[in-house]
Nanobody
Framework: QVQLVESGGGLVQAGGSLRLSCAAS????????MGWFRQAPGKEREFVVR????????SYADSVKGRFTISRDNANYTVYLQMNSLKPEDTAVYYC????????????WGQGTQVTVSS
């Protein structure tokens, strides 16, 4: 099992910034990438960004390109999401997730952290 704990959410005005963290523990070697997803009220959960542990290759949703940056600290199995130029439509619960090597699916999820952007 892999345990994921997010932190760093909060309330910010439009145009502001927040940094989310996701600390992974347990069988982290069973994952080859970490992703961030978000779910706004009444909407489906959507992919935001992904980063591979090895090589740091990233993939971003078009809606956040140029504003959000993902990074990782392999020594501490921690992933960060720097969110700049936030918009009200970025308001959502943000979840980090671990991509399992064996299944190539996101099998591990954190509890989520609320991000609210006021206009």
């Amino acid at each position: 099992q892999v345990q994921l704990v997010e932190s760093g959410g909060g309330l910010v005005q439009a145009g502001g910034s927040l940094r989310l963290s996701c600390a992974a523990s347990g069988r982290t070697f069973s994952t080859n990438a970490m992703g961030w997803f978000r779910q706004a009220p009444g909407k489906e959960r959507e992919f935001v960004v992904r980063i591979k542990w090895i090589g740091g290759i990233t993939s971003y949703a078009d809606s956040v390109k140029g504003r959000f940056t993902i990074s990782r600290d392999n020594a501490n199995y921690t992933v960060y999401l720097q969110m700049n130029s936030l918009k009200p439509e970025d308001t959502a619960v943000y979840y980090c997730a671990g991509l399992t090597i064996a299944t190539m699916t996101y099998d591990y999820w954190g509890q989520g952290t609320q991000v609210t952007v006021s206009s």
